[in-house]
Structure formats: C-alpha cells, structure tokens
C-alpha cells in the first residue's frame, strides 16, 4: 500500500512568487492534516480536513495560505504571495475515520523563500 | 499557553537503555504520542498513551503520568539505526496534536 506523498520536494522561490503544494493521503483515509516545521522550531498544526470539509483551519497563519481537498482525495496548499517567514518543512498527514490514533505522515515539501 | 518541553540532545551508547522525557502543559489532554523521525524523512508513529502507566512495544516503552504532565520513551538495547529525533506530541481539547521541539538520540560504537 502506497504511503503518504508529497510533491515537490524541494521547492526554491522569490519572495512575492506563488506556490503550490500537493499532497496524496493513503487511499482511504478521510482525514487529511497540513503541518508546517519552521527551521530549529517545532512543528505546527495549519489545518484539518475530513473528507473534503475544513474541520479545523485555525492553525493557518494568514490569508496568503489557502488550502483545498478537492473531492475529498488529494489536497493543496497555495501560498500567496510568499513571504521570508514561509519558508519551513510543509507535512501532510493522513489518518482513517474518526479519532484515529495513528497518523501517517509523508516525506515533507522543503520550502525556501528567497 | 500549550507548552511541550523535552530536552534537545541526548547521546547515548550502543546496546544500552536511553529515557527520553517530555512534559507539558495544554489545554486539555486527549492523548500524547511519540514519533521517530530520520533526518529528511517523515515522522513516524511510535506510541500512544491516554491512560496513566506504561505501554511496551518491542524494545520501545512509553510511559505517561496525566497529574505530572509528564511521559518518557525508553528505548532499550539500542541500534545504531535509533538515530533520530524523537517528537513528543499532546492532543489538546481541540484534538489537534501539539508538537515538542524533539531531540535528537545519537547513538555512538
């Protein structure tokens, strides 16, 4: 069974420049987590969703971030425009149905604002 | 505010038994779990405590004390491929997981 991915994994932009970043939970699994670690810090709850509804948005630091789940499967964030203080380690995590204990993270997009 | 402290290296030596600890202060408990973590890899899961006392897997241990806000991971005869940052993580009245800084176990021959 395929794992959590992440794309891309590295991404290098301009400060101002948009970006985009995907990520594919494991078939199934309903509930889809945004994470973000800046550097020497630790990580950070953006948002939750269940299937395609937000269930909780209140970690996303500000209007520039818009995230989706689009049908309910795979997910993005946007950063719009980017800032210095974006750069950072994004996760997704998914997890089955309801309050499942285990979550299952993917490898992580390294962003890097210039 | 919600607070996770645990202590930002630790080495230790091949073959013996390392105690990780990690307190915290959040707003509510519903669970505190601990995640193994290779540099530029994903976190992944290791534990789970809800209830107080001792839950064994294997060579790893996970202990939690709800009134002290305190839990420890305790890794026996270690391997070189522990390696790694250990994440300590709470989830709060609002079930999302609140994140220590981690620390990172070196393991030394």
């Known amino acids: 069974e395929a794992g959590v991915t992440q794309f891309p994994s590295h991404s290098v932009i301009e400060k101002g420049q948009t970006v985009t970043l995907r990520c594919d939970p494991i078939?199934?699994?309903?509930?889809l987590y945004w994470y973000r670690r800046v550097m020497g810090k630790e990580i950070k709850f953006l948002l939750h969703?269940?299937?395609?509804?937000?269930?909780?948005e209140s970690g996303m630091p500000n209007n520039r971030f818009l995230a989706e789940r689009t049908g309910g499967t795979y997910s993005t964030l946007k950063v719009q425009p980017a800032e210095l203080e974006d750069s950072g380690v994004y996760f997704c995590a998914s997890s089955q149905r309801g309050l499942a204990i285990e979550q299952f993270f993917g490898p992580g997009t390294r962003l890097t604002v210039l | 505010g919600q607070n996770i402290d645990q202590p930002t290296e630790m080495t230790a030596t091949e073959g013996a038994i390392v105690q990780i600890n990690c307190t915290y202060q959040t707003s509510g408990f519903n669970g505190l779990f601990w995640y193994q973590q290779h540099a530029g890899e994903a976190p992944t899961f290791l534990s789970y405590?809800?209830l107080d006392g001792l839950e064994e897997k294997g060579r790893f241990s996970s202990f939690l004390s709800r009134s002290k806000g305190y839990s420890y991971l305790l890794l026996k005869e270690l391997q070189m491929k522990d390696s790694a940052s250990y994440l300590c993580a709470v989830r709060d009245s609002n079930y999302q997981l609140i994140w220590g800084a981690g620390t990172k176990l070196i393991i030394k021959p």
């Open positions: 405590n809800v």
């Open positions: 969703f269940v299937k395609e509804s937000k269930q909780d």
């Open positions: 078939s199934g699994h309903d509930n």
